[in-house]
């Protein structure tokens, strides 16, 4: 199967899977699960907006296919922070010539970060993170269809 195939077959099984299930942190696990079984990359996994006590935000890891991984980013930091902060698909062709790239693991050479929108008021909510051990994984097929994987999430879990 070639990659246009492999994401046929993923967003297939996705509203499935998922539908009429409210519990974020279990939808996110399978849909995390189910890309990486799909389309087997490295480190597969979401970063979630969360506040702390002073209601100040960060990402903080959520559910996650792969290697352990930092547990906090900030707003604009690393490509997750800059997609966050762009509300923006970002694909990273070469990490090391990404600035401020934040390294969870050394061997994650490629990278592609997706928002996830809630429905009412179009605001980030979490961000979707692939990490890939080659040079250039990710391409304009991997944002067209992660997006629409992540529309079809972020409107199952009515967020
Ligand atoms: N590389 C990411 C950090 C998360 S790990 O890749 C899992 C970044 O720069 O935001």
Same mark, same amino acid.
Request: glycine share 10%; aromatic share 10%.
């Given at each position: 199967?070639n990659? %246009? ?6 967003l ?5 899977l998922?539908e ?5 942190i279990g939808?996110? @696990? ?8 799909k389309?087997?990359?490295f480190?597969?996994g ?9 209601g100040e935000?960060?990402l903080a890891?959520g559910?996650f296919q792969?290697?352990? @991984?930092c547990? %906090? *980013? ?6 997750c922070?800059?997609?966050?902060k762009? %509300?923006?698909t970002?694909?990273?062709?070469d990490?090391?010539?990404f600035p401020?790239h934040i @390294?969870?693991? =050394? ?7 997706v928002?996830l929108?809630?429905?009412? +008021? ?6 979707? +993170? *692939? +990490?890939?051990?080659? *040079?250039?994984t990710? +391409?304009?097929?991997?944002?067209q269809?992660?997006e %629409?994987?992540m529309?079809i999430?972020? @409107? =199952?879990l009515?967020?």
């Amino acid at each position: 199967m070639n990659k %246009r195939e492999k994401y046929e077959a993923l967003l297939t099984e996705l509203s499935p899977l998922i539908e009429g299930e409210s519990n974020t942190i279990g939808v996110l @696990a399978n849909v995390a699960a189910l890309i990486k079984e799909k389309l087997g990359f490295f480190w597969v996994g979401f970063y979630l907006v969360k506040s702390n006590l002073q209601g100040e935000e960060h990402l903080a890891l959520g559910p996650f296919q792969g290697p352990i @991984a930092c547990y %906090r *980013i900030g707003y604009g930091k690393g490509v997750c922070g800059t997609c966050w902060k762009e %509300r923006k698909t970002v694909v990273v062709e070469d990490v090391e010539e990404f600035p401020g790239h934040i @390294a969870c693991s =050394s061997l994650s050479r490629s990278e592609i970060v997706v928002p996830l929108f809630n429905n009412s +008021d179009k605001g980030v909510w979490g961000v979707l +993170d *692939i +990490d890939s051990t080659e *040079i250039g994984t990710f +391409d304009s097929i991997d944002s067209q269809y992660l997006e %629409r994987a992540m529309q079809i999430v972020s @409107a =199952s879990l009515k967020l």
